[in-house]
């Protein structure tokens, strides 16, 4: 190969890499990081700064992963604040209060994340109701039946179980008593759905959802399945961060998820996915993911007020709202340079 030739495989690679949409994901982690690490001194860059905010990142980033998998074809699911509780309340009334094997309690809990998934994604696909309204009124009728079996069943709003030490040990132990097991399995959700979004044929159906539904419905893509599968797998992500977070401080609040609602959603902005669907990536995602744990946690390394904090994370959201729509226009213009 001449020199001329290396000289523009080279300036090709990198001006790709410049208009994909997660290097302003990237860019974003880099900065954010370098600076609570200088902030936050030999703590923050050690191992208890990194357990800090991995840990935090695995618990949210369970669920962004499908937050933003549904984002991307177009859709909202805001009933994971409700998801979370009640799955772990239902686990906790199985096991704790009927005293049936952790097993049952588990399934239950996951079953129930999924049934109300089921029922978002049937009531968007077979009514005219947006997403954001149909998951909005779900999530109001899932806090309420959940408080309302607790209270009838045990008296209380908080219900606590001690799990077995496989249970445990799978679900709610932290490794070197900093690194919570939820890490591994967040990477494992993360090969998952990268396999699902990126790999499979299945991924550019959801793209092609969030980009036109009318036209991706006429190509032949089954768009209700699709999206009522989007909604099961967000109900799902919810569930089992809820039953971790039983295992892991053995007891369920009924009202506790409610962060997760908006902080899975600036995870998946922060990571490059439009709120007008049709684009967005697994590496983007985990990045905003990494971004936002980072920011959430290094305000305490860094003794910041928590306001200060919030100021962050809502600048964050902004810069990341612009630089998606100055990526997405430069990965446009190239590829109609290209034609």
């Not at 880099?30 to 690490?37: C, E, G, R």
């Not at 030490?165 to 097991?181: C, Q, S």
């Not at 995870?267 to 990536?281: E, H, K, P």
């Not at 980072?294 to 305000?299: D, L, P």
Request: hydrophobic fraction near 55%.
């Amino acid at each position: 190969m001449s020199m001329q030739s290396e000289a523009g495989a080279n300036s090709f690679s990198l001006g790709s890499l410049i208009r994909r949409p997660e290097t302003g994901s990237f860019l974003g982690f880099i900065v954010v990081y370098l600076f609570f690490a200088i902030l936050g001194g030999a703590v923050f860059v050690g191992a208890p700064g990194w357990s800090s905010w991995l840990n935090i990142a695995a618990e949210v980033g369970i669920i962004a992963l499908p937050i933003g998998l549904l984002m991307i074809a177009g859709e909202f699911d805001l009933s994971v604040g409700a998801v979370v509780p009640a799955a772990s309340v239902t686990t906790a009334l199985l096991c704790g209060h009927f005293e049936l094997p952790a097993l049952v309690g588990i399934l239950g809990g996951l079953g129930l994340g999924l049934l109300v998934g089921l029922a978002n994604g049937l009531l968007v696909t077979r009514t005219a109701i947006p997403s954001l309204i149909v998951t909005i009124g779900v999530m109001f009728a899932v806090m309420g039946l959940t408080l309302g079996f607790a209270v009838l069943i045990t008296g209380s709003t908080s219900l606590s179980y001690v799990p077995g030490p496989v249970t445990k040990a799978l679900l709610g132990t932290f490794i070197g008593g900093m690194f919570n097991v939820s890490i591994f399995w967040w990477l494992g959700f993360i090969a998952v759905y990268f396999y699902f979004l990126h790999i499979s044929p299945t991924g550019n159906w959801v793209f092609a959802l969030g980009g036109d539904a009318e036209s991706a419905r006429n190509a032949g893509v089954p768009t209700a399945k699709l999206k009522i599968s989007l909604f099961m797998m967000s109900g799902f992500g919810a569930a089992f961060v809820g039953i971790a977070q039983l295992m892991t401080y053995q007891s369920a609040q009924v009202a506790g998820g409610q962060p997760f609602i908006f902080n899975s959603i600036m995870c998946v902005v922060i990571g490059g996915v439009l709120l007008t669907g049709g684009a967005g990536s697994i590496v983007g995602i985990v990045l905003g993911t990494m971004t936002f744990a980072v920011v959430n946690q290094g305000i305490f390394f860094a003794s910041l007020d928590p306001n200060i904090g919030s100021i962050i994370i809502g600048a964050l959201l902004l810069a990341a709202v612009l630089s998606n729509d100055t990526f997405r226009t430069l990965a446009t213009t190239y590829a109609s340079k290209k034609k």
